[in-house]
């Protein structure tokens, strides 16, 4: 049986207001899963919280989720809902998590690299991160390379971007440098929120093209996207959100060819077709 990413009863809540309401869903290894819907339905905030990146109550006041581990399942949230400190306990208990089992693709990705830094230093830094969690030998300069040549990059393009600086990135290049980063540091999962947003038509299809192939290599990517066309016809399934929940999901084949049994689906989906998805 493949690895597989659980979250499941996720509950969001601040105040009166519920915005994630008992979502559950799952990634497996080697699947690119889409969770789709419109701006305010609560999609980023549940990739979010796969990372411990939302506040606990108000914020997170339940959620379940099981992350594989060489050492076992672990559960970052059984222990955190309700502690005292709830802040500190969260980063505690994704310490674990964040970066060293999920990965995560942020919607700015310029902005999440360091700019005093070369591309290459920082993703042998988290090669580097990697090895001295898992008692290997420090990687050599040479080895960024590799690293973002399975971002996307060909041999040529991948030692010329490993001496330049953020700055001197396109958006689309930084995504990909991002997306090496996360390889080097050994993430079995990836989190993309909204990734292609700001870039052009023929950047968005080649990025999409590139986590295609890293799930087919054994990654479970899940990407977070308001436009279903972008991953439509390649996501191995479709969660679709609306207003808080989870309302219906399919599989790459149900979506070709079927009817969504929601007013939300059908908007989406109907939306996409007139975009030749």
Known sequence: MPDVLHLEELVIRVGPRTLVDRVSLSVSAGELAGLVGASGSGKTLTCRSLLGLVDLAPGVISAQLRVPAPEGIVRPYDA???AAAPRRARD?????????????????????????????????????????EARRPRPSRAEAVPWLVRAGFDPPEARRIDRLYPHQLSGGMAQRVAIAQVLARGSAFLVADEPMTGLDATIQQRLVRVLRTL?????GVLVVTHDLGLIGGIADRIHLMDAGRLVESWSREELASGTPSTLAGQRLVDAARRGAW
């Open 80 to 82: 955190i809902l309700g």
């Open 92 to 132: 505690r208990a994704f310490s674990r998590v964040r970066g060293r089992l999920v990965g995560y693709l942020a919607q700015n990705a310029p902005a999440a690299l360091d700019p005093l830094r070369q591309v290459g230093y920082q993703v042998r830094s988290a090669a580097a991160l990697a090895a001295r």
């Open 215 to 219: 799930a087919d290599d054994g990654l």
